[in-house]
T-cell receptor
Framework: DAKTTQPNSMESNEEEPVHLPCNHS???????IHWYRQLPSQGPEYVIH???SNVNNRMASLAIAEDRKSSTLILHRATLRDAAVYYC????????????FGTGTRLQVTL | SAVISQKPSRDICQRGTSLTIQCQVD?????MFWYRQQPGQSLTLIAT?????????ESGFVIDKFPISRPNLTFSTLTVSNMSPEDSSIYLC???????????FGSGTRLTVV
């Protein structure tokens, strides 16, 4: 499975944008880029995914580099409820479709 | 997205005993997954549970220790057998009802073995 690299932790002030980076230099053409987050004492929840083009939904935006070797999850206005561990995961739709979690980025949001 | 009911939410068990965790989904799904999350760690996939066939286990996990049942398309169980304190973890089930719209996770079972 292609591997992703994320910073261990990041900090943000409330109501400011947050850019969470992810490197995936060995990504293949059929790998989708997925982001999940895990709030304290909860199971992971889906945030967003994309293949080549930038994507937006009500939770976040996903910016994908032109060469697809990196991506950035953008939270437009961080709130205290966004404090979580964010996981960037590559999912190859041609395989058994299992999610493999790395160590993720722990986002701390402060007032 | 699918709604998952996972039971029990937590339990404290004696070493040497077994615990069965249930995962009920409100819609039919082809694949269900079981994960373990050790304290302070990320999630590790234990196995994929397919209806009508044996579960597929990841490296380091064996059927004798973590037997899985998948009797129909909405239900699965994971048993943690002959438990030791090292099995103390959160166990989570997950489903992918629509592959491109995200996987759904249960709220987890927090297991403490004493």
């Amino acid at each position: 499975d292609a591997k992703t690299t994320q910073p261990n932790s990041m900090e943000s002030n409330e109501e400011e944008p947050v850019h969470l980076p992810c490197n995936h230099s060995t990504i293949s053409g059929t790998d989708y880029i997925h982001w999940y987050r895990q709030l304290p004492s909860q199971g992971p929840e889906y945030v967003i995914h994309g293949l080549t083009s930038n994507v937006n939904n009500r939770m976040a935006s996903l910016a994908i580099a032109e060469d697809r070797k990196s991506s950035t999850l953008i939270l437009h206005r961080a709130t205290l409820r966004d404090a979580a561990v964010y996981y960037c995961i590559l999912l190859n739709t041609g395989t058994a479709s299992k999610l493999t979690f790395g160590t993720g980025t722990r986002l701390q949001v402060t007032l | 997205s699918a709604v998952i009911s996972q039971k029990p939410s937590r339990d404290i068990c004696q070493r040497g005993t077994s615990l069965t965790i249930q995962c009920q989904v409100d819609s039919q799904v082809t694949m269900m997954f079981w994960y373990r999350q050790q304290p302070g760690q990320s999630l590790t996939l234990i196995a994929t549970a397919n209806q009508g066939s044996e579960a597929t286990y990841e490296s380091g996990f064996v059927i004798d220790k973590f037997p899985i049942s998948r009797p129909n398309l909405t239900f699965s169980t994971l048993t943690v057998s002959n438990m030791s304190p090292e099995d103390s973890s959160i166990y989570l089930c997950s489903v992918a009802p629509r592959v491109y719209y995200g996987y759904t996770f249960g709220s987890g079972t927090r297991l403490t073995v004493v």
